[in-house]
C-alpha cells in the first residue's frame, strides 16, 4: 500500500487529476473515523473531512516525501478537527441536538461501526486519540509520537492505560450482564 500511496502522490504531482481523487478515497475510511472521534458528530467530520481535502490538495506540494503522506494528512485533520473544536466552545448554542444520522454499520476487525464508538466512548479523549491512530489506522508509536507531538513514552503508556480501561469496562460489562465470572456468580 505504501508504494500506491507513493505512486498516487507522484501522479497528482505529475498533473494527474484523477489520482487525487483515488489517494483521498484510498483514506477516507480512516479519516472518518479520526474525525469522528474527535467530535462526534457526522456533520461536524465531513466538514472537516471536506477542509482536510481541499488543504491537502492546495498544500500537497509542501509534502517532503510521499511515504510520508498518512502521517501529514492525518496531522492536518487533526489540527482542523481541534481548530472546530475551538470554534464551538467558542459558540452558545442554544438548539439541542436532537441525533446523529443513522450509519449503516460495517465490519472491519469483528467490531461494526457502532460497536467501535462505543468501545471508544468509554475512554477519555486523550486515550481515544492514541487509539485509532493506533488500532484503527495502524500507525506506529513513532509515528503518533510526531503527530501528536509527545514522548513515544507518553504514547506507549497512553496505549496501555487505554488497554487497562478498556478490559475493566469489558470484565465490568461481561459480570453486569451473565452475573457471572470466571464461573462464579458475581456477589
Known amino acids: 500500500m505504501k508504494n500506491d500511496v507513493k505512486d498516487l ?16 478515497d484510498l483514506h477516507m475510511q480512516s479519516m472518518y473515523k479520526t474525525a469522528w472521534a474527535y ?60 441525533g446523529e444520522a443513522f450509519i449503516v454499520p460495517y465490519e472491519e476487525n469483528g467490531y461494526t461501526d457502532c460497536e467501535w464508538k ?25 509515528e503518533i509520537a510526531r503527530l501528536l507531538d509527545m514522548n513515544k513514552n507518553t504514547v506507549m503508556t497512553r496505549i496501555s492505560r487505554a488497554r487497562k480501561l478498556l478490559e475493566k469496562e469489558y470484565q465490568d460489562n461481561v459480570i453486569e450482564i451473565g452475573g457471572h465470572k470466571n464461573g462464579r456468580k458475581a456477589v
Open 9 to 24: 502522490v507522484q501522479r497528482v504531482r505529475n498533473g494527474e487529476g484523477d489520482a487525487f481523487g483515488e489517494l483521498m
Open 39 to 98: 467530535l462526534k458528530n457526522n456533520e461536524d467530520a465531513a466538514d472537516v473531512i471536506q477542509d482536510t481535502i481541499l488543504t491537502c490538495y492546495e498544500k500537497l506540494h509542501t509534502l517532503k516525501k510521499e511515504k510520508y503522506f498518512k502521517t501529514w494528512l492525518t496531522r492536518i485533520l487533526i489540527n482542523k478537527c481541534k481548530d472546530m473544536i475551538r470554534q464551538k466552545s467558542k459558540v452558545l448554542l442554544t438548539d439541542s441536538f436532537l
Open 118 to 142: 462505543e468501545l471508544l466512548n468509554v475512554l477519555d479523549v486523550k486515550y481515544q486519540e492514541i487509539i485509532i491512530l493506533y488500532y484503527g489506522q495502524g500507525f506506529k508509536v513513532a
